[in-house]
């Protein structure tokens, strides 16, 4: 398994990622003539999410649904 730079942001890659961890970025070594779930929705949608962003997006909607189940739990309570 060899590193390779990152087209985009010049990180080292494995040549196996489908892409960047650090900018999300399609590693055009990896999976070649291959039509995996990433590459197809990563084609529908335009563009790849990286890492950081998916992670984000997931804390985010666990957040917003916290807040939403305490302020539930308020008004049931309270009501």
Not at 20 to 35: F, V
Not at 48 to 67: E, K, M, T
């Amino acid at each position: 398994m060899a590193l390779i730079p990152c087209p985009a942001c010049s990180q080292r890659v494995s040549e196996q990622a489908l892409a960047c961890p650090s900018c999300g970025h399609p590693i055009a070594a990896a999976g070649e003539g291959k039509q995996t779930a990433v590459r197809v929705l990563g084609g529908v949608a335009g563009t790849y999410v990286s890492a950081n962003a998916l992670v984000q997006l997931v804390i985010g909607v666990v957040f917003c649904i916290s807040v939403a189940a305490v302020i539930m739990t308020v008004i049931i309570v309270n009501g």
